[in-house]
């Protein structure tokens, strides 16, 4: 048995003492209701880390959000996506606290926004207030918790930031205490070949179930897995923070060979830009094909994610070796389970290695081979660093009628990358002259999804994380505009606001705008929900009203919805 050892032994040392170094102040509440936690710091997702800690809101909107330190309001995020309504506020210490996902800002810093809105003529927004602006105190109401932006259901997104990296730091480190005494569950193991390894005399990687509950886990029906070769593995679990329900990140995830820690995970802090190496870090094709997340202990010569801070999670084993696998999978409140199996080595077995087609590209991460790839009236650029690793690429070309290029395959759906790819394909030729193209993505169910795109010496351009099948494709269409809590004509006394649905089902919503007698009004857009509307306010005419809404997609097309209402 032979463990595959990195020379990391400077590296895992500071890694692991810098956060127990680190003097964290303790801070105030965010909320005055008690904290249950429905996502943990650093939770693994594809294609990011949750940079902070989603407190829930007892189920409802609305509740008083307050300033956790002295500090002054440094930024304000306005945006139909993403975190929503957004504050963030720099504190004298050297961290910058994050607020996301609320429903509306304190009177003077909602009536500030507002007025950049109307001057700016935009709903959404990013505004940098001088220093002396909004001065706040610790325990200071700055606003009211919501569900905007992306969020998925009313809760408050809250974060801590070193100030001058814009890093997040786990906020549990700054004096929040949630009783937990619930350990982890570790739902899955699997056992992934490393170059011509056999395992159970196959090739593939092997997904277990498992038996046992209260922390202590083994192989469902059997106590051994038998490999010849390097072998690494992955782990699924979650973790359940005292009594919220919520399957939620765990704080720490560790393999034992032989008893020595060899590879770790600790969810402490990161940068946003490395936050794509997760999809290295998760067994990525797995995920896509089953939605569950596993861990993989490999690591990818081309994956540079902090939070990994032991890297030795690959074994060699022959035949008679046998190694003592265990995972241990530990919380914040450090509640730990673990799970234990042993890896038998067989003597060699021959087995055929899958061949490879002519369509199909080794791409070498390091941009040394096969970057650019190009097949009739389409090529794909990529460079160094792209792929986490040498990757076999499938290509390909079809025809469809609803497009204006042939379909051109590069890769598929669960082939994971770190940058963009550079995509170009040639419209067919009676369409090179035509208005709304774009470069489309077509997913394994036929599902066509907007890239963008745009038209450059007689080829349409876009870049793009998503691999897959592409074409140019037209949108024509306007997107729908239709009033839905009023009728042309009526009178509009008894409400406080005018609400449109709007939605494009093609390239998207692009700008969207709300004019009063030609004069142009705020409009909020809740984009989850397809919803532009006007809350009333001192812009709201008196009398006879003509509106006016334009909603405009990626591509250009416009449509205008004309009413009359009597104020």
Known sequence: MKIRFINIAVFFFLATTIMAQEQFPKYGKPVDIPIY??????????????????????????????AVADGYVSRIGVSPYGYGLALYITHYDGYTSVYGHLQRFSPNIAKYVKNYQYSHKTFTSQIYPSKDKFQVKKGDLIAYSGNSGGSGGPHLHFEIRHTDSEKPVNPLYFGYKIADDVKPKIIGAAVYPVGETTIEEKIDPMYFSLSGDNGKYALKDRKYVHANGE?????????????????NGPYLYELYLDGTLAYQVECDSFSFDEQRYVNSLL???HYKEKKS?????????FNKISVISRKNGIVEVAEGDTVAVMFKIIDYAGNASTLSFSLVGT????????????????VKADGSMNASVEIEAFSVKTTKGTFFRDEWVQTGQRDRSDCCSRIYRFGDEGLAVFKNVTVSITPDEKWKKQKGLFIASIGKDGKVSSLGGSMKEGRMVTETRTLGEYAIMVDSIAPK?????FKTGQSIKELNSLRFKISDDMTGIDSYNIYLNDEWVLGKYDAKNNLLYYEFDEHLPAGNINVKVVVKDAVGNEKTLKAK???
């Open 231 to 247: 072998v690494a593995f992955g782990v699924c679990a979650y973790d359940q923070v005292g009594t919220s329900p919520n399957k």
């Open 283 to 285: 067994d990525y094709r």
């Open 565 to 567: 209402v009597v104020n």
């Open 293 to 301: 997340s596993y861990v993989r202990t490999e690591v990818d010569p």
């Open 481 to 485: 505009v239709t009033a839905s809590n």
């Open 37 to 66: 936690l429905s996502a943990t710091f650093a939770e693994l997702r594809p294609n990011h880390l949750h940079s902070g800690i989603d407190i829930k809101t007892q189920g409802v909107e609305g509740k008083a959000v307050y």
């Open 347 to 362: 003597a060699p077995v021959k087995v055929e290695l899958p061949s490879h087609r002519r369509s199909e590209y080794f």
